[in-house]
């Protein structure tokens, strides 16, 4: 029968405050990592990617690190907003076309 | 306007009785990809289909088929063998070496 999945762990930030969620990817050979933030109900939707070959992104209110070293990803939310409530998830990219998908954390924001 | 679309957006069966999820993208990629949500977790991939007439079967394959007959469309059926079909599922089309574009999902029950 089909494994059952892990349930999401949550992240309480208040509103105003900066938000890190974290995410540790599996394969030291992949070269794009993505972030995607799912409202509920909804798809996932893409935020911000990094290739490999930085260690440093930034968009608006966001920023998306990389430390290839431990294989770690982080995603920072400036000012949190409760617009920003929403199941973020990293994805990371290797040989082109494999993608590898993390289990997800819950963001919560309160006022 | 580009994107892809899935279709219906709820539906309700019947035990026993076999369902297709429709997907359509108009963005010209060559990747399509089935993923399969329940409450509070993670994405879980179903089928895979990197070119037309080829696909490949994901994490938990067993109770699906998938057909890729044409560029733009990639349906899943869910099929009475899948024994706990009650999901959200979320369909998502991927340039070459790019970020996965999702659809709006479609959410089955089963009465």
């Known amino acids: 029968g089909e494994s059952v999945g892990l349930h999401l762990p949550t992240l309480s930030v208040q509103e105003g405050d900066n938000s890190i969620i974290n995410c540790a990817y599996s394969n030291s050979a992949s070269d794009y990592f993505i972030w995607y933030k799912q409202e509920s109900g909804k798809g996932p939707q893409f935020i911000i990617d990094i290739r490999s070959n930085m260690d440093k992104r930034q968009g608006q209110r966001v920023t998306v690190l990389l430390n290839k070293t431990v294989k770690h990803l982080s995603l920072q939310i400036a000012a949190t907003q409760p617009g920003d409530s929403a199941v973020y998830f990293c994805?990371?990219?290797?040989?082109?076309?494999?993608?590898?998908f993390g289990t997800g954390t819950r963001l919560q924001v309160f006022p | 306007d580009g994107g892809i679309t899935q279709s219906p957006k709820y539906l309700f069966r019947k035990e026993g009785q076999n369902v297709t999820l429709s997907c359509e993208q108009n963005?010209?990629?060559?990747?399509m990809y089935w993923y399969r949500q329940d409450p509070g977790q993670g994405l879980r991939l179903i089928y895979y289909s990197q070119i037309v007439n080829d696909f490949q079967k994901g994490d938990i394959a067993e109770g699906y088929s998938v057909s890729r007959e044409k560029k733009e469309s990639f349906p899943l059926t869910v099929t009475s063998a899948q024994k706990n079909p009650t999901a959200f599922y979320l369909c998502a089309s991927q340039r070459r070496g790019g970020e996965l574009f999702f659809g709006e999902g479609s959410r089955l029950t089963v009465l």
């Open positions: 994805a990371e990219i290797y040989n082109t076309d494999k993608l590898i």
């Open positions: 963005l010209n990629h060559d990747a």
